[in-house]
């Protein structure tokens, strides 16, 4: 199985971006879902993860911005962003986990930048 992410590109401050990923075959029971991010020079950080039941997280520096959300049939999840500030370029990257396995995508930038 294997993640394919997108929707990152260039955009100004202020700005939407929608992020989705996609997963090729199916994940057998998927619990947490969520989109982690590495900026140049720093750590890969959780942005916002969505557990089986619903429940959401967030990273306290996008909380009222963006937005996650999945479609569990489809094995694909969504991170609406809006409000985009330059701090948030970084390369999104997708996470599936269900079961004992956890999948990761390949990765998405986004930068913003006027």
């Known amino acids: 199985v294997q993640l394919q992410a997108s929707g990152g590109g260039l955009v100004q401050p202020g700005g939407s971006l929608r992020l989705s990923c996609a997963a090729s075959?199916?994940?057998?029971?998927?619990?947490?879902m969520g989109w982690y991010r590495q900026a140049p020079g720093k750590q890969r950080e959780l942005v916002a993860s969505?557990?089986?039941?619903?429940?959401?997280n967030y990273a306290d520096s996008v909380k009222g911005r963006f937005t996650i959300s999945r479609d569990i049939a489809k094995n694909s999840v969504y991170l609406q962003m809006n409000s985009l500030k330059p701090e948030d370029t970084a390369v999104y990257y997708c996470?599936?986990?269900?079961?004992?396995?956890?999948?990761w995508g390949q990765g998405t930038l986004v930068t913003v930048s006027s």
């Open positions: 996470s599936i986990r269900g079961g004992v396995m956890t999948y």
């Open positions: 969505i557990l089986g039941g619903g429940l959401t």
């Open positions: 075959g199916r994940i057998f029971r998927p619990d947490v």
